[in-house]
């Protein structure tokens, strides 16, 4: 059982973490929660690394297991099809047992099944087995990721704290690319597999240790409203114009982003660039949204708005995707990357907290759910832009009409209704 453990995580005296009493109000902001922050960024990140890791090394792994590239993928793959089945299930299960509870499950199932997959060798069902199970609890991550700031945070500091959350996933996915290939030169696939699953193994304590539901006192008045239940909670959601609008919007922003990472070789290959290229171009569209899951949420919770920073990068990343698609010469189509991705990935915390915010009171975990479903959805997005390409030979036409579908989020981003950001307690 996981609440005895909880017992302790916590410290009992809390003046040096807090830093100021409790103001008049009843609440109190924490210094424990950039903590609990830290773990959550910690196994979100492990996990990234768990779903890419055999990405740049799918030729090595093809001949240890045996398997053509194509089933390689599918390493990838499950993640994204078990996500859509499993999202909602695990959303209710995180708005009625709780985040500490069911994620920390989760990250326990994650350790297991990552050594597990270092275990396997060359046994690919095996192998395929554990990622179907660490896909398996996948949702119970990213559908906590409005979820533990809404109890920790302030209502001002939640968008910034999805953003690191986002910044995180980022991180793990490039060290995923970055480091497995160099540890393969001296390593084999197995042994990087297992190393990979022990990060896990570690994350998962570190969690279980040192996170704990929410605090001792709420840190604003919104974080101990009372919620919905989960089937009127997301019936009132879906009724909600404002968020049924960013559902459309996050099925096309995270469509697009899925298919320029998912299709970045084939598109840079008729511009007369390499695989070395296509990666650096990959490379710096993650290094644009490190910067920009940093910046954009900092800047809208100090603002206190999320319509306009949901608008201008969407509108942002138009330009950016017809660079991908016309501009002449690498260091146009790379500075158009850094400009995509900045301009998309900085939408999705801002998002992903004006969903929660628009969508009161519907628990954080069934909003967040919602919009994680919208885009995972968007590999329809995917396969339409490989099947464009096929029909007219090149994914310039392609690039062109995902350009114009982010146009037209954008306007729609346009009639979002601002539910402003009110702050509450004093900070610690």
Request: net charge positive; hydrophobic share 55%; charged share 10%.
């Amino acid at each position: 059982m996981v609440e005895p453990i909880l017992k302790f995580r916590y410290p009992a005296d809390l003046t040096a973490w807090e830093g100021k009493r409790m103001d008049e109000s009843g609440y109190r902001v924490f210094g424990y929660r950039w903590v609990v922050m830290a773990v959550y960024m910690a196994v979100n990140a492990t996990i990234q690394v768990l779903w890419i890791s055999y990405a740049p090394v799918a030729a090595a792994a093809s001949a240890l297991y045996g398997v053509s590239e194509m089933q390689i993928g599918l390493f990838a793959m499950v993640f994204m099809i078990a996500f859509i089945p499993l999202s909602l299930p695990a959303s209710w299960l995180i708005d009625r047992f709780g985040a500490a509870r069911t994620v920390g499950a989760a990250v326990i199932a994650v350790a297991a099944f990552g050594v597990l997959r270092g275990l396997a060798g060359p046994d690919y069902m095996l192998a395929l087995i554990a990622s179907c199970g660490i896909a398996a609890v996948q949702p119970f991550l990213l559908n906590s990721w409005t979820k533990m700031p809404a109890a920790w945070f302030p209502v001002g500091e939640r968008a910034t704290a999805v953003g690191m959350l986002t910044l995180a996933s980022i991180v793990g996915t490039a060290l995923g690319l970055v480091v497995t290939p160099i540890l393969a030169e001296t390593m084999s696939l197995t042994r990087i597999q297992f190393v990979y699953g022990l990060a896990a193994a570690i994350s998962a304590a570190a969690f279980v240790l040192l996170v704990r539901e929410r605090p001792r006192l709420p840190p604003d008045a919104s974080a101990s409203s009372e919620k919905a239940l989960m089937t009127a909670g997301f019936r009132h959601a879906l009724s909600t114009p404002s968020f049924r609008r960013y559902l459309v919007m996050a099925f096309i922003g995270m469509g697009v982003f899925n298919g320029v990472t998912t299709w970045v070789e084939a598109i840079a290959r008729p511009r007369g660039l390499d695989s070395t290229h296509a990666g650096l171009l990959g490379a710096l569209m993650l290094l644009g949204g490190v910067v920009g899951a940093v910046i954009v949420p900092m800047l809208s919770d100090r603002v206190r708005r999320r319509r306009p920073f949901i608008v201008a990068g969407l509108a942002g990343a138009v330009p950016g995707l017809l660079g991908l698609a016309f501009a002449p010469g690498f260091p146009l189509i790379a500075a158009s990357c850094v400009l995509l991705g900045f301009s998309l990935i900085s939408v999705n915390p801002v998002g992903m907290q004006y969903a929660s915010e628009t969508a009161h009171p519907t628990p954080e975990g069934s909003s967040n759910g919602l919009v994680s479903l919208a885009g995972q959805a968007s590999v329809v997005l995917v396969w339409a832009m490989e099947a464009i390409n096929a029909a007219t030979g090149n994914f310039s036409v392609s690039l062109l009409a995902m350009a114009v579908l982010l146009a037209v989020a954008a306007l729609l981003g346009s009639s979002l209704k601002e539910n402003g950001v009110k702050t509450g307690a004093t900070t610690g």
